[in-house]
């Protein structure tokens, strides 16, 4: 089953700890067999396309079985325990629309 996760991120972290851990948070995403399909970064944008291109959290498209797997994942993500997340909310998602298609 199909979920969307939004992360924010957490204003007061400490910059060094994402440069420090992405590259065990990307060895983590892409041993979890499938179940992350999409996964990346989320940057303020405004009406006409500006921003001040800073990040403001993350979204990952996840296949797994139920809530508590999503939940799951997103606890095993070496980013989890380090306070980078002002919060997470993990979404059932129903796919309606795909590469212009009607699913």
Same mark, same amino acid.
């Given at each position: 089953?199909?979920?969307?996760?939004?992360?924010?991120?957490?204003?007061?972290?400490?910059?060094?700890?994402?440069?420090?851990?992405?590259?065990?948070?990307?060895? +983590?995403? !892409?041993?979890? =067999? #499938? $179940?992350?399909?999409? @996964? /990346?970064?989320? +940057?303020? !944008?405004?009406? =006409? #396309? $500006?921003?001040?291109? @800073? /990040?403001?959290?993350?979204?990952?498209?996840? =296949?797994?079985?139920?809530?508590? @797997?999503?939940?799951?994942?997103?606890?095993?993500?070496?980013?989890?325990?380090?306070?980078?997340?002002?919060?997470?909310?993990?979404?059932?998602?129903?796919?309606?629309?795909?590469?212009?298609?009607?699913?």
């Amino acid at each position: 089953m199909p979920y969307l996760i939004l992360f924010e991120d957490n204003p007061e972290a400490d910059p060094a700890i994402r440069n420090r851990l992405m590259p065990d948070h990307l060895a +983590f995403l !892409a041993a979890q =067999d #499938g $179940a992350v399909i999409d @996964a /990346g970064p989320l +940057f303020a !944008a405004d009406v =006409d #396309g $500006a921003g001040d291109g @800073a /990040g403001r959290g993350g979204a990952w498209v996840v =296949d797994v079985p139920d809530a508590k @797997a999503a939940h799951a994942l997103v606890r095993a993500d070496p980013f989890w325990p380090t306070g980078l997340r002002a919060r997470v909310t993990v979404l059932d998602w129903r796919q309606v629309f795909r590469a212009g298609r009607v699913v």
